[in-house]
Protein backbone atom coordinates (compact mmCIF):
# COMPACT_ATOMS: atom_id res chain seq x y z
CA UNK A 1 0.00 0.00 0.00
CA UNK A 2 1.80 3.19 -0.87
CA UNK A 3 0.30 5.99 0.97
CA UNK A 4 2.24 9.11 -0.16
CA UNK A 5 4.19 10.24 -3.53
CA UNK A 6 7.58 11.48 -2.62
CA UNK A 7 8.56 14.78 -4.46
CA UNK A 8 13.03 15.23 -4.19
CA UNK A 9 14.44 18.32 -6.19
CA UNK A 10 17.98 19.00 -6.11
CA UNK A 11 20.01 22.09 -5.12
CA UNK A 12 19.73 23.52 -9.15
CA UNK A 13 16.19 23.59 -8.96
CA UNK A 14 14.92 27.26 -9.03
CA UNK A 15 11.95 28.13 -6.76
CA UNK A 16 9.47 28.26 -9.56
CA UNK A 17 10.45 24.88 -11.28
CA UNK A 18 9.70 23.27 -7.42
CA UNK A 19 6.64 24.86 -7.74
CA UNK A 20 5.80 23.60 -10.75
CA UNK A 21 6.93 19.79 -9.88
CA UNK A 22 4.54 20.49 -6.81
CA UNK A 23 1.37 21.91 -8.18
CA UNK A 24 1.42 19.55 -11.31
CA UNK A 25 1.57 16.19 -8.96
CA UNK A 26 -0.73 17.60 -6.76
CA UNK A 27 -3.20 18.76 -9.55
CA UNK A 28 -3.19 14.73 -11.20
CA UNK A 29 -4.12 13.41 -8.09
CA UNK A 30 -6.68 16.21 -7.22
CA UNK A 31 -8.11 15.24 -10.70
CA UNK A 32 -8.47 11.36 -9.78
CA UNK A 33 -9.86 13.05 -6.39
CA UNK A 34 -12.94 14.30 -8.43
CA UNK A 35 -13.61 11.31 -10.51
CA UNK A 36 -13.63 8.64 -7.58
CA UNK A 37 -15.54 10.64 -5.03
CA UNK A 38 -15.20 11.95 -1.18
CA UNK A 39 -14.71 8.36 0.44
CA UNK A 40 -11.90 7.57 -1.70
CA UNK A 41 -10.28 11.09 -1.40
CA UNK A 42 -9.95 10.68 2.24
CA UNK A 43 -9.13 7.31 2.21
CA UNK A 44 -7.63 6.08 -0.72
CA UNK A 45 -5.73 8.84 -2.50
CA UNK A 46 -1.52 9.18 -1.43
CA UNK A 47 -0.94 12.20 -0.18
CA UNK A 48 1.84 14.74 -2.00
CA UNK A 49 5.04 14.96 -0.26
CA UNK A 50 7.47 17.81 -1.03
CA UNK A 51 10.51 16.89 0.76
CA UNK A 52 12.65 18.93 -1.93
CA UNK A 53 16.49 18.71 -1.20
CA UNK A 54 16.80 16.96 1.96
CA UNK A 55 18.93 15.76 4.36
CA UNK A 56 18.24 13.75 7.48
CA UNK A 57 19.97 15.73 9.98
CA UNK A 58 19.97 12.59 12.49
CA UNK A 59 21.94 10.62 10.54
CA UNK A 60 25.91 11.18 10.33
CA UNK A 61 27.05 13.71 7.75
CA UNK A 62 27.99 11.68 4.64
CA UNK A 63 26.28 8.74 5.57
CA UNK A 64 24.29 6.39 3.18
CA UNK A 65 21.13 7.44 2.49
CA UNK A 66 21.82 10.53 4.52
CA UNK A 67 20.61 13.21 1.86
CA UNK A 68 20.27 13.99 -1.99
CA UNK A 69 23.38 15.21 -2.30
CA UNK A 70 24.43 11.39 -1.20
CA UNK A 71 22.38 9.91 -4.03
CA UNK A 72 23.69 12.38 -6.49
CA UNK A 73 27.36 11.56 -5.19
CA UNK A 74 26.75 7.89 -5.69
CA UNK A 75 24.99 7.88 -9.51
CA UNK A 76 27.48 10.21 -11.43
CA UNK A 77 28.29 8.76 -15.09
CA UNK A 78 31.60 8.12 -15.41
CA UNK A 79 32.94 11.51 -16.98
CA UNK A 80 30.79 12.70 -14.03
CA UNK A 81 29.10 15.40 -16.36
CA UNK A 82 25.46 14.24 -16.02
CA UNK A 83 23.28 11.38 -13.30
CA UNK A 84 22.77 8.13 -14.29
CA UNK A 85 18.93 7.69 -14.06
CA UNK A 86 19.39 3.78 -13.61
CA UNK A 87 21.88 4.33 -10.96
CA UNK A 88 19.43 6.59 -9.52
CA UNK A 89 16.96 4.14 -9.74
CA UNK A 90 18.56 1.42 -7.93
CA UNK A 91 19.37 3.77 -4.87
CA UNK A 92 15.67 4.38 -4.66
CA UNK A 93 14.69 1.06 -5.16
CA UNK A 94 17.14 -0.09 -2.11
CA UNK A 95 16.49 2.80 0.46
CA UNK A 96 16.69 1.23 4.05
CA UNK A 97 12.78 2.71 4.52
CA UNK A 98 11.19 1.65 1.14
CA UNK A 99 9.74 -1.39 2.77
CA UNK A 100 8.62 0.02 6.26
CA UNK A 101 6.77 3.08 3.82
CA UNK A 102 6.32 2.29 0.51
CA UNK A 103 5.65 5.38 -1.78
CA UNK A 104 5.85 6.32 -5.19
CA UNK A 105 9.23 8.77 -5.89
CA UNK A 106 9.36 11.23 -8.19
CA UNK A 107 12.61 13.65 -8.48
CA UNK A 108 13.72 16.35 -10.58
CA UNK A 109 17.36 17.30 -10.62
CA UNK A 110 19.24 20.19 -12.16
CA UNK A 111 21.87 17.95 -14.15
CA UNK A 112 21.72 16.57 -17.00
CA UNK A 113 20.52 13.14 -17.16
CA UNK A 114 21.47 9.84 -18.59
CA UNK A 115 19.35 6.73 -19.87
CA UNK A 116 21.34 2.38 -19.25
CA UNK A 117 22.44 3.24 -22.96
CA UNK A 118 24.70 6.68 -21.57
CA UNK A 119 22.61 9.00 -23.68
CA UNK A 120 20.55 11.93 -22.55
CA UNK A 121 17.26 11.86 -21.88
CA UNK A 122 14.39 14.06 -20.21
CA UNK A 123 13.56 10.99 -17.72
CA UNK A 124 13.99 7.57 -16.46
CA UNK A 125 11.73 5.77 -14.73
CA UNK A 126 11.37 2.24 -12.98
CA UNK A 127 7.31 1.82 -13.40
CA UNK A 128 5.60 1.11 -10.31
CA UNK A 129 8.21 2.68 -7.91
CA UNK A 130 9.61 5.85 -8.93
CA UNK A 131 11.25 8.52 -12.27
CA UNK A 132 13.15 10.89 -12.00
CA UNK A 133 13.33 13.80 -14.46
CA UNK A 134 15.56 16.35 -15.62
CA UNK A 135 14.90 20.59 -15.81
CA UNK A 136 18.43 20.12 -18.36
CA UNK A 137 16.39 20.03 -21.44
CA UNK A 138 13.28 21.89 -20.46
CA UNK A 139 15.24 24.99 -20.05
CA UNK A 140 16.27 25.24 -23.40
CA UNK A 141 12.94 26.08 -24.74
CA UNK A 142 12.60 29.53 -25.93
CA UNK A 143 10.03 31.29 -24.06
CA UNK A 144 9.22 31.31 -20.30
CA UNK A 145 5.42 29.95 -20.84
CA UNK A 146 6.77 27.11 -22.91
CA UNK A 147 9.24 26.35 -20.15
CA UNK A 148 6.41 26.17 -17.96
CA UNK A 149 4.30 24.04 -20.37
CA UNK A 150 7.37 21.46 -20.94
CA UNK A 151 8.02 21.18 -17.15
CA UNK A 152 4.67 20.55 -16.72
CA UNK A 153 4.27 17.86 -19.11
CA UNK A 154 7.68 16.18 -18.26
CA UNK A 155 6.17 16.11 -14.75
CA UNK A 156 2.82 14.63 -15.65
CA UNK A 157 5.13 12.03 -17.73
CA UNK A 158 7.47 11.40 -14.86
CA UNK A 159 4.51 10.62 -12.27
CA UNK A 160 2.38 8.31 -14.81
CA UNK A 161 5.37 6.80 -15.39
CA UNK A 162 6.68 6.10 -11.62
CA UNK A 163 2.97 5.16 -10.74
CA UNK A 164 3.21 2.47 -13.80
CA UNK A 165 0.90 4.10 -16.43
CA UNK A 166 -0.41 3.10 -19.06
CA UNK A 167 -0.87 -0.01 -16.97
CA UNK A 168 0.53 -3.24 -18.61
CA UNK A 169 -3.11 -4.59 -18.99
CA UNK A 170 -4.51 -2.30 -20.81
CA UNK A 171 -4.91 -3.10 -24.87
CA UNK A 172 -5.70 0.33 -26.65
CA UNK A 173 -4.34 3.28 -27.43
CA UNK A 174 -0.92 2.30 -25.97
CA UNK A 175 2.54 1.00 -27.99
CA UNK A 176 5.28 -0.34 -26.74
CA UNK A 177 8.70 1.07 -26.59
CA UNK A 178 11.45 -1.28 -25.42
CA UNK A 179 10.17 -3.18 -22.17
CA UNK A 180 7.76 -0.51 -21.53
CA UNK A 181 3.97 0.66 -22.74
CA UNK A 182 3.35 4.44 -23.31
CA UNK A 183 -0.03 6.11 -24.53
CA UNK A 184 -0.87 6.83 -28.31
CA UNK A 185 -3.24 9.76 -27.47
CA UNK A 186 -2.85 13.29 -27.26
CA UNK A 187 -1.58 13.02 -23.63
CA UNK A 188 1.37 13.25 -21.44
CA UNK A 189 2.29 9.45 -21.44
CA UNK A 190 3.12 9.02 -25.25
CA UNK A 191 7.30 8.93 -25.12
CA UNK A 192 8.87 11.90 -23.45
CA UNK A 193 12.73 11.85 -24.28
CA UNK A 194 14.21 14.64 -25.98
CA UNK A 195 14.26 18.59 -26.35
CA UNK A 196 11.96 17.90 -29.49
CA UNK A 197 9.51 16.08 -27.59
CA UNK A 198 9.22 18.52 -24.60
CA UNK A 199 8.96 21.13 -27.70
CA UNK A 200 5.87 19.50 -29.62
CA UNK A 201 4.52 18.72 -25.90
CA UNK A 202 4.92 22.46 -24.45
CA UNK A 203 3.45 24.27 -28.12
CA UNK A 204 0.16 21.45 -27.70
CA UNK A 205 0.03 22.58 -23.85
CA UNK A 206 -1.03 25.71 -25.05
CA UNK A 207 -4.10 24.82 -26.17
CA UNK A 208 -4.65 21.62 -24.09
CA UNK A 209 -4.99 21.80 -20.33
CA UNK A 210 -5.51 18.09 -19.80
CA UNK A 211 -2.44 16.71 -19.30
CA UNK A 212 -3.58 12.70 -19.36
CA UNK A 213 -6.35 11.44 -21.84
CA UNK A 214 -9.16 9.51 -20.32
CA UNK A 215 -7.74 6.26 -20.33
CA UNK A 216 -4.57 7.42 -18.64
CA UNK A 217 -6.38 9.17 -15.80
CA UNK A 218 -8.46 6.06 -15.48
CA UNK A 219 -5.61 4.03 -14.96
CA UNK A 220 -4.15 6.61 -12.65
CA UNK A 221 -7.29 5.99 -10.32
CA UNK A 222 -7.18 2.29 -10.61
CA UNK A 223 -3.85 2.52 -9.79
CA UNK A 224 -4.56 4.50 -6.25
CA UNK A 225 -7.09 1.99 -5.63
CA UNK A 226 -5.35 -1.00 -6.02
CA UNK A 227 -2.63 0.54 -4.08
CA UNK A 228 -5.04 1.13 -1.46
CA UNK A 229 -5.85 -2.69 -1.24
CA UNK A 230 -2.82 -3.63 -1.91
CA UNK A 231 -3.61 -5.15 -5.28
CA UNK A 232 -0.31 -2.94 -6.64
ZN1 LIG B 1 -2.97 8.68 -22.25
Known sequence: MKTFISLTWTEGISDGEAKVLIHTVAEMVIRVGERVGPWFQSQALP??????????????????????????????????????????????????????????????????????????????????LAAVASAHHVRKLGSQEARVLGLRHLVAHALGRAVGIPLPTRSTDVTPHGDDLYCTNLCAMRPCFHLRDLLEYSMEGMSQPNLYCDACEHDLEATFIGSHYGLS
Not at 65 to 77: E, G, I, K
Open 47 to 128: SVRPFGDWVILAMPHGSAYSSVDWYLNHCRTPDGKRIDGPAYLRLVEMEPWQSSTPHFDVALVAQDLADAEGQSVANVALPG
